[in-house]
């Protein structure tokens, strides 16, 4: 499983989701808040999937994105194949 890491540019801490909401089917509204009790921040993230990188094997008929283009998926490509793996 992957975790996205999140770090308060403040402090450099850790940060968490508190708590998000689904605004539609391609954006998620989160809340976050630093891990570091001295710091305390806290702020509004948006998380958007905006462009398709591969094609769905199970493709859904509404579901609709543009295509990414090549340089964007090659650096993707190139991103996995350089990943650990959990084995």
């Given at each position: 499983?992957s975790?996205?890491?999140?770090?308060?540019?403040?402090?450099q801490?850790?940060?968490r989701?508190?708590?998000?909401?689904?605004?539609?089917?391609?954006?998620r509204?989160?809340?976050?808040?630093c891990?570091?009790?001295?710091?305390?921040?806290?702020?509004?993230?948006?998380?958007?999937?905006?462009?398709?990188?591969?094609p769905?094997?199970?493709?859904?008929?509404?579901?609709?994105?543009?295509?990414?283009?090549r340089?964007?998926?090659s650096?993707?490509?190139r991103h996995?194949?350089?990943?650990?793996?959990?084995?």
């Amino acid at each position: 499983m992957s975790v996205y890491k999140l770090v308060c540019p403040h402090c450099q801490a850790r940060m968490r989701i508190r708590t998000s909401d689904g605004v539609h089917l391609f954006l998620r509204v989160a809340y976050l808040q630093c891990l570091n009790e001295r710091c305390g921040w806290a702020c509004r993230a948006q998380f958007e999937m905006t462009h398709e990188l591969s094609p769905s094997g199970m493709p859904s008929p509404g579901i609709k994105l543009p295509l990414s283009p090549r340089a964007a998926r090659s650096k993707a490509r190139r991103h996995v194949a350089k990943a650990p793996t959990a084995d």
